[in-house]
């Protein structure tokens, strides 16, 4: 048995508190990249294997174990709470989430179920259960915001321009308003769910939104993520609001809610940090393309985040998005060591320039 | 024949000079949003249109006439230049380019010829001294940049995530260097001869650029733009510089070069012009999509994006990227007369306020 105590520096981030090196994780640690996952996959759907909590847990402490990530990240997808909404999907490989009948009218919409998290997916609060046994880090807990989730409903699947749901947003703005409060009360049940089954904090995955102007999030999309994250006040645990190409959209992002928010590599990390007044911890911002290029690369640009970061407390590093597949183990490896290796520098640099301030 | 003086609206704009209204055009403005158009596509291919100067012209003619558009630009597409350089590819329906063998190794690059455009691609020369004849606005030549380019070259279509054109930039950086170098050299040929041949305004599309973040574009990108830009000095007519999702990379696209900086709908104009220090002109930034809602939404969106602008002299009134198919031309039309309509109060407040200045 490991003796080692609970690693709260990810937690301790979350909330801007002091810590002694940055804490590390990345978004897809658990998933492709893995040889031992892909294979499992050989045997297993993506899905057969969140349904399966010993296997879930498996897949999801894996990273954890050889990356010495300082936390884990429940192994899910954002479709899953859709199944027992009523909404049939496939998982693609290499695509992502088809949908079988897109919403297209009102009757579609109503016809979503609410969500039972505890009836409907008892195997991930099963999997969070099991895993809070196991772990010395803290474990994530995560959903689609109603955006990202709108956006395959309504395309069918992935998309470049979005097009069809903007022109649904905006042909229908009474039906997608009722759409996006369906799909906000299902993710407000299924995170709260995640946190009372044990996960230590939630990330909400937005990732699509950076598709709108500042002026459409502000009408379609921030009175869902308000109320969103003003329902889940009273679940005591730090909140992350994650999307990809944010960059018109961060305080906006940051007026909506949450602890922490993640950024992608479009931005510099400590221009958003200014613009934000520092009143918002923040998780990025490595481009994970970086990782498929050779260790100087990945050692340089991750040195430049943790300087733009300057040592401030309230610093989670992360990619901009998820690790591709083709990513080396080993680079994630050594980057997780190097954080943790050369942050300490950091740290002390901010810390004495507080206290030489008068 | 008509007695119709030349609207010079939009090269004033390019310049920063005081226009009676705000000029605009629409990227895309001939294509699938137009019935004529459609119909001719069931008889010629995208291609063949571009290789038939008399119906070239004519395609680039029809939105001038049915829209009013303050100026036309050249129908064609951003790979021709790729053909004659040896590049096979072709043009699919719904998706984009598809290039049959991508840029792998170093002799796929040592491979691709110098564009000679007199030579190579004569059929656009013709059509822009066929439109001179023709037209009573500014007529808009237009490339593809190099990074956007090479993208399609080495991904072999278009992409969601550009890992592969990442990668190899990041693992074969003097590959890359040697690429981008050999495509600005075409491109800048090809722009060149394009203003000889009566173009009154260039416009390099760098669509794809946005993926990068800061630092990649300045080390990977910024010094052969800067290059292209300072080729085409001698080329005494105003250059816009355009590309999507570029926020985090305006103040590095200004450094670039070009008279006029293309910005979409993800960032606020105004800010973006103060950001800029209204060094640069501006064109953009409605949503393509907004032209999907109905006329109340284009109006109450076109109009903010008007006094975001102030009324300042040198903002183009454009799209932030290009029309949907799906777009009804009315809309466009409505558009125009709208921008036309309207614009002149923003531009005498904005006079009236400079004359205030002390």
């Given at each position: 048995?490991?003796?080692?105590?609970?690693?709260?520096?990810?937690?301790?981030?979350?909330?801007?508190?002091?810590?002694?090196?940055?804490?590390?994780?990345?978004?897809?640690?658990?998933?492709?990249?893995?040889?031992?996952?892909?294979?499992?996959?050989?045997?297993?759907?993506?899905?057969?294997?969140?349904?399966?909590?010993?296997?879930?847990?498996?897949?999801?402490l894996l990273p954890v174990r050889q990356l010495g990530v300082d936390a884990a990240i429940l192994f899910a997808d954002i479709m899953?709470?859709?199944?027992?909404?009523?909404?049939?999907?496939?998982?693609?490989?290499?695509?992502?989430?088809?949908?079988?009948?897109?919403?297209?009218?009102?009757?579609?919409?109503?016809?979503?179920?609410?969500?039972?998290?505890?009836?409907?997916?008892?195997?991930?609060?099963?999997?969070?259960?099991?895993?809070?046994?196991?772990?010395?880090?803290?474990?994530?807990?995560?959903?689609?915001?109603?955006?990202?989730?709108?956006?395959?409903?309504?395309?069918?699947?992935?998309?470049?321009?979005?097009?069809?749901?903007?022109?649904?947003?905006?042909?229908?703005?009474?039906?997608?308003?009722?759409?996006?409060e369906k799909l906000a009360a299902a993710i407000v049940q299924f995170l709260k769910a995640q946190a009372q089954a044990g996960a230590?904090?939630?990330?909400?995955?937005?990732?699509?939104?950076?598709?709108?102007?500042?002026?459409?999030?502000?009408?379609?999309?921030?009175?869902?993520?308000?109320?969103?994250?003003?329902?889940?006040?009273?679940?005591?645990?730090?909140?992350?609001?994650?999307?990809?190409?944010?960059?018109?959209?961060?305080?906006?992002?940051?007026?909506?809610?949450?602890?922490?928010?993640?950024?992608?590599?479009?931005?510099?990390?400590?221009?958003?940090?200014?613009?934000?007044?520092?009143?918002?911890?923040?998780?990025?911002?490595?481009?994970?393309?970086?990782?498929?290029?050779?260790?100087?690369?990945?050692?340089?640009?991750?040195?430049?985040?943790?300087?733009?970061?300057?040592?401030?407390?309230?610093?989670?590093?992360?990619?901009?998005?998820?690790?591709?597949?083709?990513?080396?183990?080993?680079?994630?490896?050594?980057?997780?060591?190097?954080?943790?290796?050369?942050?300490?520098?950091?740290?002390?640099?901010?810390s004495s320039q507080e206290e030489a301030a008068p």
């Amino acid at each position: 048995m490991s003796t080692q105590s609970f690693n709260d520096r990810f937690l301790r981030a979350c909330r801007r508190q002091p810590v002694d090196r940055t804490p590390v994780w990345f978004m897809r640690q658990a998933g492709r990249s893995q040889p031992e996952y892909r294979q499992l996959r050989e045997r297993y759907s993506l899905l057969e294997i969140c349904q399966l909590p010993e296997l879930c847990a498996e897949v999801t402490l894996l990273p954890v174990r050889q990356l010495g990530v300082d936390a884990a990240i429940l192994f899910a997808d954002i479709m899953l709470p859709l199944g027992p909404m009523g909404v049939h999907f496939r998982l693609q490989g290499g695509l992502g989430p088809v949908v079988e009948a897109p919403i297209r009218r009102s009757p579609d919409i109503e016809r979503l179920r609410p969500l039972e998290p505890e009836e409907d997916l008892p195997f991930v609060l099963e999997a969070i259960r099991l895993l809070r046994g196991e772990l010395k880090v803290p474990l994530i807990g995560f959903a689609g915001a109603p955006f990202t989730l709108a956006s395959y409903l309504i395309e069918g699947g992935p998309s470049r321009t979005f097009t069809q749901t903007k022109a649904f947003m905006y042909q229908e703005p009474a039906l997608w308003h009722r759409l996006l409060e369906k799909l906000a009360a299902a993710i407000v049940q299924f995170l709260k769910a995640q946190a009372q089954a044990g996960a230590q904090a939630l990330q909400v995955f937005d990732s699509w939104v950076g598709c709108l102007g500042p002026a459409d999030y502000r009408a379609y999309v921030l009175p869902h993520m308000r109320r969103l994250f003003s329902e889940l006040q009273d679940v005591d645990i730090p909140i992350i609001h994650f999307g990809v190409g944010t960059g018109g959209l961060l305080e906006l992002m940051q007026e909506a809610g949450g602890d922490v928010l993640g950024i992608d590599w479009r931005v510099r990390l400590d221009q958003v940090w200014q613009r934000l007044d520092y009143r918002t911890a923040l998780q990025g911002n490595l481009d994970p393309a970086t990782l498929l290029g050779p260790w100087e690369l990945v050692e340089r640009q991750a040195l430049k985040i943790l300087a733009q970061a300057g040592g401030r407390p309230g610093h989670i590093f992360n990619l901009g998005h998820g690790v591709f597949p083709q990513t080396s183990p080993e680079h994630l490896q050594r980057l997780v060591e190097l954080v943790h290796e050369r942050s300490p520098e950091f740290i002390s640099g901010f810390s004495s320039q507080e206290e030489a301030a008068p």
